[in-house]
């Protein structure tokens, strides 16, 4: 007892004053919550609104771009991919390069009359052999309406611009051009096949070194599959070269296509400009402003739109996070499992004809 006070009475005192103190210190700390989620709601609102504006302003620009660059009798085609890691594209920019793309590419080209300019733009790693085989081929059938009527070296109707990278695929659809201008940094790459996931010419090396009957059924029948594919390219990037990229007076000369689809070089390795030119390619690095311009406006707007697309009630509750643009959702779980999910979906698409390049 204190001066009379009841130690009990003191002890609840206390207590309640302790109690009194937490019931504070939370409300207090449950307001700086409040506080914290309505300013990372705010701030999210700001950014979502400055990507929009910047989307806005360089949607603008790349549509200017085009109608300058496509003035007069000149045919604009421009194959700019989102090069991002994202299992699904940003602003729903093609990845690679895939059938509706080439069917609208080849669509404006057999329109195009016989005294049309082309300008092909590539920013692509490539993608599927088919569509790029139908691009290419689409060129040189434009080509051959002005057979005779144009120098392909001095006077070039078909110009493949390059101010980044133009691999596989890509590379193929400007092997087609009469000149490709790239920027010094650029680089093409090799137009050997991805078959099952796989560079074609890998079968071949697994079955000599473990034999077919140590080597998994599967494996056997898509080096089959490659081989006979392997032979097709060949042939395909061999009629699809355009002659200004061989050696003057030597219009069957194949060394360039036989170089490029052979399978010995590994399939990202980069070609500069003047390793292209080495080759006998018709290569300049002349790219005009104009084309820098396109290119880096799209990219822009590719990376300027919002990764995840839900409602701002979602984003701001914090749900819907594992959405994706489109309402697909991102794939998740054992790496494990998710690498054979990966190669049995590339097996189907090989089976059935997509075949990457």
């Given at each position: 007892?204190?001066?009379?006070?009841?130690?009990?009475?003191?002890?609840?005192?206390?207590?309640?004053?302790?109690?009194?103190?937490?019931?504070?210190?939370?409300?207090?700390?449950?307001?700086?919550?409040?506080?914290?989620?309505?300013?990372?709601?705010?701030?999210?609102?700001?950014?979502?609104?400055?990507?929009?504006?910047?989307?806005?302003?360089?949607?603008?620009e790349y549509e200017r771009l085009r109608k300058k660059i496509e003035t007069g009798n000149?045919?604009?085609?421009?194959?700019?991919?989102?090069?991002?890691?994202?299992?699904?594209?940003?602003?729903?920019?093609?990845?690679?390069?895939?059938?509706?793309?080439?069917?609208?590419?080849?669509?404006?080209?057999?329109?195009?009359?016989?005294?049309?300019?082309?300008?092909?733009?590539?920013?692509?790693?490539?993608?599927?052999?088919?569509?790029?085989?139908?691009?290419?081929?689409?060129?040189?059938?434009?080509?051959?309406?002005?057979?005779?009527?144009?120098?392909?070296?001095?006077?070039?109707?078909?110009?493949?611009?390059?101010?980044?990278?133009?691999?596989?695929?890509?590379?193929?659809?400007?092997?087609?051009?009469?000149?490709?201008?790239?920027?010094?940094?650029?680089?093409?790459?090799?137009?050997?096949?991805?078959?099952?996931g796989f560079p074609s010419d890998a079968y071949k090396a697994l079955l000599e070194q473990k034999g077919v009957l140590a080597t998994q059924d599967?494996?056997?029948?898509?080096?089959?599959?490659?081989?006979?594919?392997?032979?097709?390219?060949?042939?395909?990037?061999?009629?699809?070269?355009?002659?200004?990229?061989?050696?003057?007076?030597?219009?069957?000369?194949?060394?360039?296509?036989?170089?490029?689809?052979?399978?010995?070089?590994?399939?990202?390795?980069?070609?500069?400009?003047?390793?292209?030119?080495?080759?006998?390619?018709?290569?300049?690095?002349?790219?005009?402003?104009?084309?820098?311009?396109?290119?880096?406006?799209?990219?822009?707007?590719?990376?300027?739109?919002?990764?995840?697309?839900?409602?701002?009630?979602?984003?701001?509750?914090?749900?819907?996070?594992?959405?994706?643009?489109?309402?697909?959702?991102?794939?998740?779980?054992?790496?494990?499992?998710?690498?054979?999910?990966?190669?049995?979906?590339?097996?189907?698409?090989?089976?059935?004809?997509?075949?990457?390049?």
């Amino acid at each position: 007892m204190i001066d009379g006070i009841d130690n009990s009475v003191l002890i609840g005192s206390v207590a309640a004053a302790l109690v009194l103190l937490a019931l504070i210190g939370f409300a207090i700390m449950a307001h700086i919550n409040r506080q914290q989620t309505t300013h990372d709601r705010q701030q999210i609102v700001k950014l979502r609104r400055k990507r929009f504006a910047d989307y806005a302003a360089a949607k603008q620009e790349y549509e200017r771009l085009r109608k300058k660059i496509e003035t007069g009798n000149t045919v604009l085609i421009d194959l700019i991919h989102d090069l991002g890691d994202d299992f699904v594209g940003r602003d729903s920019a093609q990845q690679q390069i895939a059938f509706d793309e080439a069917f609208e590419a080849v669509a404006s080209i057999r329109q195009a009359n016989a005294r049309a300019n082309i300008v092909v733009v590539l920013h692509t790693l490539g993608g599927y052999a088919r569509p790029a085989h139908m691009i290419a081929q689409a060129l040189k059938q434009h080509l051959k309406k002005a057979k005779g009527h144009h120098n392909p070296r001095r006077e070039p109707k078909v110009v493949a611009y390059i101010p980044y990278v133009a691999m596989s695929g890509g590379t193929m659809i400007a092997l087609a051009a009469d000149k490709v201008a790239m920027d010094p940094t650029a680089s093409l790459g090799p137009i050997d096949t991805i078959y099952g996931g796989f560079p074609s010419d890998a079968y071949k090396a697994l079955l000599e070194q473990k034999g077919v009957l140590a080597t998994q059924d599967v494996l056997v029948m898509l080096a089959h599959e490659a081989e006979k594919y392997d032979q097709y390219a060949l042939k395909v990037a061999r009629q699809i070269v355009n002659p200004a990229h061989k050696p003057h007076g030597k219009p069957n000369d194949n060394s360039l296509a036989d170089h490029l689809a052979s399978g010995r070089l590994s399939h990202s390795q980069a070609i500069s400009p003047k390793e292209a030119k080495d080759l006998g390619m018709n290569v300049s690095p002349k790219v005009p402003e104009t084309i820098y311009g396109l290119v880096d406006a799209r990219i822009r707007m590719i990376n300027t739109r919002l990764e995840y697309e839900t409602s701002d009630q979602d984003d701001d509750e914090g749900e819907g996070h594992g959405r994706a643009s489109g309402g697909h959702t991102r794939r998740s779980g054992d790496p494990g499992e998710e690498a054979k999910q990966r190669l049995d979906h590339q097996i189907r698409q090989s089976l059935r004809g997509l075949v990457r390049i």
